[in-house]
């Protein structure tokens, strides 16, 4: 995997050439990824659907995260992303499927590891009164947790320092660190979107 392709860009999104997946992340190059956030409606309340990044992680162990994202290899195009909805959850999905809200850049940076994504961003909207059957196949990811919009907002924004799910106390830290104006990017999608 860190010997995978991946193709490098400016900060202005053009493509620079290609890199290998521990090079890229080694020497901060720009780098595309596919990331796709399931939303439910349930009694007219919103919810977002997190990842728990399975133990097993190099990067962000058991730590909340995008439904289901990924990088984008040099051999592959934005619609080939779709692919890692069924390798990370085990649901079949297809472009079409998704809502697309637009490329958003984000940048993680912790010591050594710097991560400098150019992220295609999609919305699924799960179809109401259906609950997803997710199936955790290649153990990257190790279960699921929802949290409705604005609480989600308000645990970001730290107006409130922690919530309860499923009788976990959850608090900012529990999450993969993007940036701030990622995950304004990210809600204000939804709201445009999927509201």
């Not at 994504?117 to 929802?146: A, G, M, Q, R, W």
């Amino acid at each position: 995997m860190e010997n995978e392709l991946l193709k490098v860009f400016d900060s202005e999104g053009t493509l620079k050439g290609t890199a290998s997946r521990a090079e890229v992340h080694k020497r901060g190059l720009w780098h595309e990824t596919f990331h796709c956030w399931f939303l439910s409606k349930e009694d007219g309340r919103i919810f977002i659907h997190f990842q728990l990044r399975s133990p097993d992680k190099k990067d962000f162990a058991n730590m909340l995260d995008i439904t289901a994202a990924g990088h984008l290899s040099s051999d592959e195009s934005v619609k080939d992303g779709v692919r890692e909805i069924k390798e990370e959850l085990g649901i079949s999905l297809t472009l079409n499927d998704l809502i697309y809200t637009g490329p958003v850049q984000d940048e993680i940076i912790i010591d050594d590891f710097i991560d400098k994504e150019l992220c295609h961003v999609f919305i699924y909207k799960i179809p109401e009164n259906t609950t997803p059957d997710y199936v955790f196949i290649d153990d990257e990811v190790s279960d699921i947790f929802k949290i409705e919009l604005p609480v989600f907002e308000k645990l970001w924004t730290e107006e409130i320092y922690s919530i309860n799910i499923n009788g976990k106390m959850i608090n900012r830290d529990n999450f993969v660190p993007h940036e701030n104006s990622y995950i304004n990017f990210v809600m204000n999608s939804i709201k445009q979107y999927a509201l």
